[in-house]
């Protein structure tokens, strides 16, 4: 079910603090931007359709970003490992350029692509929550883009 009615006055606040809950990450790293938005869906959900609507928003958004955070840690380490691994074997078969060339690539794609990426994740959930929180304001309810729907 999705609400798209304006935001009642009495619920805005509410809605706000749900999307302003991953902030709990800062104090509890690694789970409390789970944590926060979980624990404030779980405890205004029952107040209306919108607070709950909303704090699903929260929640999805957060595994999302989690999910998209641990892909992008596996597959940079296994790039990062391969180029490794592929300078130690051509260092090992006598072609000592070789196997710089791809300790370099290895090192260049670490801090020209995982770095920036890295980056921007981890800026643009806050750049999103401050989005959502104008929205949410202005009594419209908000829904935040690349979210996988986990709960419905």
Same mark, same amino acid.
């Given at each position: ?7 009642? @006055?009495?619920? &805005?606040?509410?809605? =706000? ?13 690694? =789970? ?5 938005? !979980? ?5 205004? &959900?029952? *107040? ?15 595994? +999302? !970003? ?14 990062? +490992? ?14 000592? @350029?070789?196997?710089?060339?791809? !300790? ?8 020209? !692509? ?12 806050? =750049? ?8 949410? +304001?202005?009594? *419209? ?7 996988? &729907?986990?709960?419905?």
């Amino acid at each position: 079910m999705s609400v798209t009615a304006p935001i009642p @006055e009495l619920e &805005r606040t509410p809605a =706000i603090v749900t999307h302003l809950s991953p902030l709990l990450g800062f104090v509890l790293p690694g =789970i409390g931007a789970l944590l926060g938005p !979980v624990a404030a869906w779980l405890y205004y &959900r029952d *107040r209306s359709p919108m607070l709950d609507e909303q704090g699903k928003e929260a929640v999805n958004f957060q595994i +999302s !970003v989690w999910l998209y955070s641990a892909v992008l840690t596996v597959v940079a380490f296994a790039l990062f +490992s391969l180029g490794l691994l592929g300078g130690a074997v051509g260092g090992a078969s006598g072609h000592p @350029e070789a196997g710089a060339a791809a !300790v370099f690539g290895a090192l260049a794609g670490f801090f020209l !692509v995982f770095l920036p990426v890295l980056l921007v994740l981890g800026l643009l959930p806050l =750049i999103l929550m401050l989005v959502a929180v104008v929205q949410v +304001s202005a009594g *419209r309810p908000y829904h935040y883009p690349l979210t996988l &729907r986990l709960l419905r």
